[in-house]
T-cell receptor, first 115, second 115 residues
Framework: AQKITQTQPGMFVQEKEAVTLDCTYD???????LFWYKQPSSGEMIFLIY??????QNATEGRYSLNFQKARKSANLVISASQLGDSAMYFC????????????FGKGNQVVVIP | KAGVTQTPRYLIKTRGQQVTLSCSPI?????VSWYQQTPGQGLQFLFE???????NKGNFPGRFSGRQFSNSRSEMNVSTLELGDSALYLC??????????????FGAGSRLTVL
């Protein structure tokens, strides 16, 4: 079974500053994928970034980057230059690389960006 | 390109009734997954359909069922509603299933309230 842990309390971030959201995971799979999604108050889950377990480079997508430390089983999301529109819940999720589309999600991190 | 469309967006039912939720995936996507989101349990996988076949099922009672049609549209049904079924039900689609960086695109969800 896969388990995702996100334990940070709600965070207030100053606009234009960077924020790091922690995610640790536990799995017996050797090949897996890690995802971060953003959920604004509207409810829709928005894909942000993906990291494969065998990817040697940390993933980056615009202002989002993933600090992947496989040995520590952590996949922290870094948002650079925060914007007011970044206020949302952020979810870390994982899935085995092969077999199905079943995602296991963490409980999420609440981020509020203040001007 | 149209996104994932879920209907209805909001609905209120009473205990004992049944409900059917609909999901239209992105054109060309053959995989549809369903998730339940509650404040207490977070995001939990319900089931996944690919080419009209259920590929995977989460740990939910038999009251929760689903199906997928030949045009990839999917429905989920909950019978004999309980108060604990109140949740945001999210549908996600993807072109393929169970491979690498295959990203799930989510709809805005159907918010069910059971009175």
């Amino acid at each position: 079974a896969q388990k995702i842990t996100q334990t940070q309390p709600g965070m207030f971030v100053q606009e234009k500053e960077a924020v790091t959201l922690d995610c640790t995971y536990d799995t017996s799979d050797q090949s897996y994928g890690l995802f971060w999604y953003k959920q604004p108050s509207s409810g829709e889950m928005i894909f942000l970034i993906y990291q494969g377990s065998y990817d040697e480079q940390n993933a980056t997508e615009g202002r989002y980057s993933l600090n992947f430390q496989k040995a520590r089983k952590s996949a922290n999301l870094v948002i650079s230059a925060s914007q007011l529109g970044d206020s949302a819940m952020y979810f870390c999720a994982m899935r085995p690389s092969y077999g199905n589309n079943r995602l296991a999600f963490g409980k999420g991190n609440q981020v509020v960006v203040i001007p | 390109k149209a996104g994932v469309t879920q209907t209805p967006r909001y609905l209120i039912k009473t205990r004992g009734q049944q409900v059917t939720l609909s999901c239209s995936p992105i054109s060309g996507h053959r995989s549809v997954s369903w998730y339940q989101q509650t404040p207490g349990q977070g995001l939990q996988f319900l089931f996944e359909y690919f080419s009209e076949t259920q590929r995977n099922k989460g740990n939910f009672p038999g009251r929760f069922s689903g199906r997928q049609f030949s045009n990839s549209r999917s429905e989920m049904n909950v019978s004999t509603l309980e108060l604990g079924d109140s949740a945001l039900y999210l549908c996600a689609s993807s072109a393929i299933t169970g491979t690498g960086a295959n990203v799930l695109t989510f709809g805005a969800g159907s918010r069910l309230t059971v009175l």
